[in-house]
């Protein structure tokens, strides 16, 4: 049988307990609150961990926590996760084909201009590898185009812009050099306000933008 102090340490051990998940509910209940508002943060709170549906927050409580604890979040103090897309891209490189070479390069070395990408680096194919044309900053490629046939419905693809500006010399460029519109430059709501972008159609028809984010 334990004794009184043995039974008063086990209760103020359940009483932290208790407190502590009283403190975690009421974090997950403020998240449910931001995420059902309409205000900016509450949609950024709710995009960030991924729910839709306050409800769903409530229910499955834990399941988030552990989620906002897998990445660098203000709410939650943890260990990070090494994959912190604020610190670490995650895409290496792609390759477009498309059907004339000649007026792909020539079209996104005008349109990608404003952005300091240009094409610095061919590759020539051998034993069956297609000879490929390399844009990056001039260290590193990172898009790539090779001859072919398009898909343009296969992919969308977007660059990153430093500032909103810059999205709009983008957008001049492109247009000047052959892009057919898509979307012109604006804020794009109905992802958040401080999403910046233009989109347009490469020669090929591709659908590509160029966005701020802030």
């Not at 409580?61 to 897309?85: A, E, F, Q, T, W």
């Not at 952005?115 to 680096?121: D, H, V, Y």
């Not at 010399?169 to 401080?194: C, Q, T, V, W």
Request: aromatic share 10%; proline share 5%; net charge positive.
């Amino acid at each position: 049988m334990k004794s009184r102090k043995e039974r008063a340490k086990v209760a103020g051990k359940n009483s932290t307990t208790a407190s502590g998940n009283r403190d975690l509910r009421r974090r997950i209940d403020n998240t449910a609150i931001a995420a059902s508002t309409s205000s900016e943060r509450g949609r950024q709170i709710a995009g960030f961990i991924g729910i839709d549906d306050v409800q769903a927050v409530r229910a499955d409580g834990m399941n988030i926590y552990r989620r906002l604890r897998s990445v660098r979040h203000p709410m939650v103090k943890g260990r990070c996760s090494p994959c912190d897309l604020k610190e670490r891209t995650m895409l290496d490189h792609m390759i477009l084909t498309v059907s004339d070479v000649e007026r792909s390069l020539a079209f996104y070395e005008a349109a990608l201009k404003p952005l300091n990408i240009r094409f610095f680096m061919p590759y020539k194919g051998e034993d069956g590898h297609p000879d490929l044309w390399g844009f990056g900053d001039g260290k590193r490629a990172f898009f790539w185009i090779k001859q072919g046939k398009p898909d343009p419905a296969a992919i969308h693809w977007g660059f990153v812009a430093e500032n909103e500006n810059k999205v709009d010399e983008f957008y001049k460029a492109a247009m000047s050099a052959g892009a057919r519109d898509n979307i012109s430059p604006r804020a794009r709501l109905e992802y958040y306000p401080r999403y910046y972008a233009a989109d347009v159609f490469d020669p090929d028809g591709y659908s590509f933008e160029v966005v701020h984010k802030s």
